[in-house]
């Protein structure tokens, strides 16, 4: 068991390399274009650095808090990302490693679990949706995830298409099916733990959105899915209104960068949004959503839940998102790397990992809660911030 335990997510993103198939891994691994993105993500909370304190530190830290109405055990969600093929039990595996640490999970709507599945697993679900499909086909969606037990929505804007890398792409198969899977034997023939995971289940991984599917329909396939997403026309912020007012119950908009924008996502209705650039894989040349996340704090915080997704790698991490004004964050790779190192005890692992990185920066700083964070905790380089939109 202690070789399988990892102390840092970084452990934990070296084992995935070594145990996923490259197309897999490559598939994970975040940037478009030339990574501008992705790299700052990164790179922001290490040019933050700390103010601490040396002595009256408290005996006891306090990290629980709430999010769209969730009680929370630290200040952490898994933000929804597609397709999981990196272990069998995808999406399963880390609703309950979030459900066994008493936090909450966004699914996707690309996901390759249902909604019903993993609401089962985590009484803690946000359903994530794309403008994809048209207003009638989006309600319905709503209502089955509500029907479930979703607790919440989670839109997702902030996407460009954007799909080349100056470092490549990995081949992404429609499906995998015999010939896929022989195209793909010479990489899964080097990483036999990876392929023997999914062997004992007996299937291939799976490339589907059930989520995605119309009633009594088979799931389409994720790029089926995805063609859907892409033919279909951006949304106004008059349907952002409307999509708004057909969940009565949280609502969050994901992809904020911009103040005006987050302006007038407090005025389409929403109870939350997350500053974000989609992990990098948006439109290259977005600033790290740690940069923009004050100004969008100062505008609206006091109006609607501010979360920050991208680029949280360690507890520390954290810590600094809510002393610049973050109510919460979502994490993505972190926990991919777990999942794909050791499954749900890998994702389980990483948790745990942010778990103690919070207490001990807590304890540094001297802050006995989490809601006793403020700018005077960080220290941040002349030039840091960005300010969009004001």
């Not at 080349?164 to 036999?192: C, N, V, Y």
């Not at 106004?236 to 999509?243: D, G, K, R, V, Y």
């Not at 004050?294 to 520390?316: K, W, Y």
């Amino acid at each position: 068991m202690a070789k399988k335990w990892f102390e840092t997510v970084a452990i934990a993103q070296e084992r995935a390399h070594k145990r996923l198939p490259r197309s897999v891994y490559g598939a994970l691994v975040a940037g478009s274009e030339k990574g501008l993105s992705s790299r700052d993500n990164l790179a922001a909370f290490d040019e933050l650095g700390f103010a601490p304190h040396i002595a009256d530190l408290p005996a006891q830290r306090s990290m629980a808090t709430s999010v769209m109405g969730q009680e929370i055990a630290m200040p952490v969600l898994i933000s929804p990302t597609g397709v999981q093929a990196v272990h069998p039990d995808g999406e399963l595996a880390v609703a309950r490693a979030a459900a066994n640490r008493g936090l909450a999970m966004g699914l996707s709507s690309f996901a390759s679990r249902s909604v019903e599945e993993v609401a089962a697993a985590n009484d803690k679900v946000f359903f994530q949706l794309y403008w994809s499909g048209g207003r009638d086909v989006m309600v319905r969606r709503m209502e089955r995830a509500k029907a479930a037990g979703a607790k919440g929505i989670i839109v997702t804007l902030d996407w460009s298409f954007s799909n080349g890398r100056d470092w490549g792409s990995p081949w992404i198969p429609e499906k995998i099916g015999f010939k896929e899977a022989m195209i793909l034997a010479p990489q899964t023939l080097l990483r036999p733990r990876w392929l023997w995971s999914f062997a004992r289940k007996a299937h291939f991984p799976d490339l589907s959105a059930p989520n995605m599917a119309e009633p009594g329909t088979k799931a389409p396939t994720f790029f089926g899915a995805y063609y859907e997403w892409m033919q279909s026309t951006p949304p106004t912020w008059e349907e952002l209104t409307w999509l708004r007012a057909q969940w009565d119950g949280p609502f969050m908009v994901k992809g904020v960068s911009r103040i005006d924008d987050a302006k007038r996502v407090v005025q389409a209705g929403a109870t939350a949004l997350s500053v974000s650039n989609h992990g990098g894989n948006n439109l290259d040349g977005t600033p790290s959503p740690l940069r923009a996340l004050p100004a969008v704090a100062d505008a609206v915080g006091s109006e609607i839940e501010v979360l920050l997704d991208g680029g949280v790698r360690r507890g520390s991490d954290v810590v600094k998102a809510l002393a610049l004004g973050a109510k919460a964050v979502m994490i993505g790779r972190a926990y991919l790397w777990g999942l794909a190192a050791n499954g749900q005890a890998g994702v389980e692992n990483v948790l745990d990992v942010l778990h103690g990185g919070i207490d001990s920066t807590l304890l540094g700083l001297g802050r006995a809660s989490i809601h006793e964070l403020s700018r005077d905790d960080v220290v941040a380089p002349e030039g840091f911030f960005r300010i969009l939109g004001g």
